[in-house]
């Protein structure tokens, strides 16, 4: 039986506690992840941090608006782009959510151009999770997929003998069966 040691991951991406909201924002991003285990200035994991948490501090700011995005500086639109099918892409993407890499669209320039705000004054401590759900890497996948469904969470810090050796998400389970090392 496939055990959680088998699909988590060991290059777990961390943030510390007394980062900024808009710092974990960029790493969100950067990484193109939606949550990291939270670490204090002695590297114990004292939480997760994740776009919920982001989502939740912005329902509370002012309106962001995405329209403040940039075009990439290479991005050139010349001639032979097809404005009708480049304005459909436009209309169907405002925001450049689904848009390749390296399409005209600079979404890490969103967050430069905002204004100082909640994001810059508080810290990933202020709006993470301050638990961290945990499994043990030789748990088996089902019993990973109950503890995930039964939590309502997207992730769990896989920790052995008290410390931080992976991360599991539901994402890595889906992987494991598209790649048919997991039958279910």
């Known amino acids: 039986m496939p055990s959680v040691r088998d699909i988590m991951r060991t290059d777990v991406v961390t943030i510390r506690a007394d980062d900024s909201a808009r710092s974990l924002a960029r790493l969100l991003a950067?990484?193109?992840?939606?949550?990291?285990?939270?670490?204090?200035?002695?590297?114990?994991?004292?939480?997760?941090?994740?776009?919920?948490?982001?989502?939740?501090?912005?329902?509370?700011?002012?309106?962001?608006?995405?329209?403040?995005?940039?075009?990439?500086?290479?991005?050139?639109?010349?001639?032979?782009?097809?404005?009708?099918?480049?304005?459909?892409?436009?209309?169907a993407d405002p925001y450049g959510f689904f848009l390749p890499e390296d399409s005209a669209f600079a979404a890490g320039a969103i967050f430069e151009q905002l204004p100082e705000s909640t994001f810059d004054r508080m810290t990933v401590e202020d709006v993470m999770t301050p638990v961290s759900f945990s499994v043990r890497p030789d748990m088996t996948v089902p019993e990973l997929c109950a503890y995930l469904v039964r939590g309502r969470i997207h992730r769990a810090l896989v920790v052995e003998s008290g410390a931080l050796v992976g991360i599991v998400t539901s994402q890595d389970v889906l992987r494991a069966v598209a790649e048919g090392s997991l039958v279910v």
């Not at 004292?46 to 309106?63: K, P």
């Not at 995005?69 to 991005?75: D, I, V």
Request: overall charge negative; glycine content about 8%; charged content about 30%.
């Open 30 to 91: 950067d990484s193109e992840i939606s949550g990291v285990p939270v670490l204090d200035g002695n590297g114990a994991v004292v939480g997760v941090a994740s776009t919920t948490d982001l989502v939740r501090l912005a329902a509370g700011e002012a309106e962001i608006s995405l329209a403040s995005a940039t075009l990439r500086p290479e991005f050139d639109r010349s001639s032979d782009i097809d404005e009708e099918e480049f304005d459909d892409v436009l209309e």
